[in-house]
């Protein structure tokens, strides 16, 4: 796992720092994310209505990260990239709604209990992070979750294709936009290390996410 320190050595600037740990530390990096058991297996749709259940208990609900990360980030570089994130997700909120009804239930798998309850408390940690009163750490990450969500995004369009279920396109801030506004914000080195904690928090409750999901597949097995 790249860290903070290393991300700033590589590279110049709060936009290289943010670019650099997504790259490494995101969701594209999982081995699960692009593994057949969930692209292209037996149990793939089984497995990808698996991740749509718990994407939806971590991202699903109103307000998340970036509805708490406008009201914690007062900087006016933000501002209209933070308006056009909070739209998007609204869509991305649906979409989760949608294919979640279209999978039907959660598979069955042993330790369900304990499953729920570490996504609950995934959001309850997401929800604090976005809430942050440290400068820059909120918006770190809101930025790092519309560079994740390309990753993400792509998980969603398998199962939609797989299910014949129409979602529309993302309308989410692209990734120049978004590594635009960490360069405008970042005016301090104060600043540049409360984005990069922040994106790198979120990015690590993706990654523990991937790896609940990618348990909870073995333990399923052949059942």
Known sequence: MASIATAQERGSGAADVLARLADAEGSFGHRYLTSPELTSGKFATRNLADAVHFLCTLHG??????????????????????????????????????????????????????????VNAQRQALDMLAQSDRDGCAL?????????????????????????????????????????????????PGIERAMAFGAQQLLGQHRGLWDLLEARQIARGEY
């Not at 994130?85 to 042993?110: C, H, I, M, Q, Y």
């Not at 309308?171 to 936009?177: K, N």
């Open 140 to 188: 770190g990450s809101a930025l790092s979750l519309v560079l994740d969500w390309n990753a993400v995004r792509g998980a969603l369009d398998t199962i939609a294709n797989r299910l014949g279920v129409m979602i529309p396109e993302s309308t989410l801030p692209d990734r120049a936009e978004t590594l635009e506004v960490a360069t405008n914000v970042a005016v301090t």
């Open 61 to 118: 609900r109103h307000p998340g990260v970036l509805d708490h990360a406008a009201l914690h980030t007062a900087h006016d570089a933000a501002r209209g990239w933070l308006l056009k994130a909070v739209d998007g997700f609204v869509n991305e909120r649906s979409v989760l709604a949608k294919l979640v009804v279209a999978v039907g239930p959660l598979p069955s798998t042993p330790g369900q209990a304990e499953s729920e309850s570490a």
